[in-house]
Structure formats: C-alpha cells, structure tokens
C-alpha cells in the first residue's frame, strides 16, 4: 500500500489511461479525486473503486477553467483531507495535416493541453505551499514530445511543451518539495487510439512502430506514474520518463 493516507487528484480521469490511474492508485491505498468534462463517465470510475473497496469521488471538469480547477481541487481537501499528487492528464490531439489544421482547432489543443496543465499544475502547487506539504507533481506528455508523427502538428507542438514545462516546473518548485515528472506513452490502446484498431492494416502498422511489436495498456502507463509519484522516484525531478515499448529507441531499415 504505497499510498496509503495520501489523495491523488487526476485529470482526464474518464478516459483510458486517467480510469486506470485512478483504479491503480485507489488499489495502493489512496483516495483518488477524479476529474473531467465528462461527468457521468467519471462517475462510473469512481462507483467501480467505491464499489471494490476504495475511495473515490467524482468531479466535472474542464482543465482550461481556472476559478472551477480551484474551487474543484479544494472540495477534494476538504473532502479526503489532503492533497498529495496531481495527475495532470487530460488531453485531446487531431489527426489533420498542418497545411489544414483551423486555427480555432489549433488553439483548442494548445489550450487544453498545456495550459490546462499548466492550470492544474499550479493549482495544486499553491495549495502544497499554502498547506507547506511536499508533493509530487505527473504530467501526461507523449514520444510526441521527444519526436513527431504525422498529421498532429497542434499535439506535437503540445506534447512538447509538457516536457519542457515539466523542466522548468521542476527548477520553480523543488524549493518548495515538490517534484514534478512526466510520463511519455507510446501508442496505448483507450478510447482516444481505440479507431487504430479498428482495421488490421493499422494495427500491424502501429504494432510494427515498437520494437516490442505490439502497443501498450493503460495499466502500463499508470505503473510509471506511481513510480514517478513514489517515493521510490525521490530523486527524480524535471524527467520524462518514456513508456514505448521502443518506439523512440529506433528504426528498422
Ligand atoms: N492513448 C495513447 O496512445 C496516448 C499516447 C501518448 C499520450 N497520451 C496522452 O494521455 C492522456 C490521456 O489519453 P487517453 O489515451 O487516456 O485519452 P482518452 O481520450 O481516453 O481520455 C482523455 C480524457 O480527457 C478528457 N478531457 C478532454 N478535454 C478535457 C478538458 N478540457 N478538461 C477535462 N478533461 C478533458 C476526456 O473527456 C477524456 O475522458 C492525454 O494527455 C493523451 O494525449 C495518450
């Protein structure tokens, strides 16, 4: 039970790898704050580990609001008692030539997917400081934050800048104990990927991309996640650790 009396406040917790975060932690003992746009499916998660045990409650949320994140963020300490980790997830990403992207569906992106980090990241380091508790900090990026891809210009650019806020986060707030880590998936089956699997030509295509030859579970990214949130990661602080099954390493010629 390595999180036992700690609370882990997560967001995009309605989707594939949020839910299985949530689950993972909730199963070492935390009580987890679930939060989304999508309430009714982050109900059901949080029902799910209610109903096996644990301790979860369930928030609307959008990431790009900054008086809801505050406001959501303190019903959860009031709520569980405190606040230990922020799981900063939440994310969307188009697939949309550059030459085509709208510049509305470019901003959509940037919003939700740094600056909503960013909110949330914030927020939750303006409460440790006020509450003068340590804390740990995990940002979802991507190997599209180290590399690039096709079609997805706005979430490159994005992914990328979660590494890089991950960097100087880390520089802004060791001085208060907190750590602030990412994790950098490679193609993880969810909702968000689950049309790559829809025909075999891009499955085997996506499966040939890792060098393991097949693609990740969302159970695989929420174990580096409680790594990085551990006290087992004490001395890391500013990294992405990348999650790929190879994908990065290399490519076959
Ligand atoms: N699945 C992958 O292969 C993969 C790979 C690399 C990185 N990622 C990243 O992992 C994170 C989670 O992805 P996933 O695969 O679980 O996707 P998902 O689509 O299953 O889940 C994303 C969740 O974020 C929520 N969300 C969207 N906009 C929001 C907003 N404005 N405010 C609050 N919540 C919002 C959605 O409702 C959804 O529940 C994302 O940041 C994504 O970029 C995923």
Sequence with gaps: MRFKNKTVFITG???????????????????????????DMATRVAD??????????????????????????????????SLDVAFCNAGIR??????????????????INVTGVFITAQTFARHCVKQKKSGNIV?????????????????????????????????????????VNAVGPGVIRTPLTERYFQDEE????IKNLHAMKRWGEP???????????SDEASFCTGTTLIVDGGWTAGKEF
């Design 94 to 111: 188009e697939i949309t030539p550059a030459i085509d992207i709208a510049i509305e569906d470019w901003r959509k992106i940037i919003d």
């Design 139 to 179: 940002i979802t990026a991507s190997t599209l934050g180290i590399s690039a891809g096709n079609s997805r210009c706005a979430y490159t650019t994005s992914k990328h800048a979660t590494v890089g806020m991950t960097k100087q986060l880390a520089m802004d707030l060791a001085q208060y104990d907190l750590r």
């Design 219 to 229: 159970s695989e990214i929420s174990n580096a996640v409680m790594f990085l949130a």
């Design 13 to 39: 917790a309605a989707g594939g790898i949020g839910r299985q975060t949530g689950i993972s932690f909730a199963k070492e003992g935390a009580s987890v704050a679930l939060s989304d746009l999508d309430l």
């Design 48 to 81: 799910e580990i209610n109903s096996s045990g644990g301790d979860a409650k369930a928030y609307k949320l959008d990431v790009t609001n900054q008086s809801e994140t505050v406001k959501v963020m303190q019903d959860a300490f009031e709520t569980f008692g």
């Design 202 to 205: 891009t499955s085997t295509k």
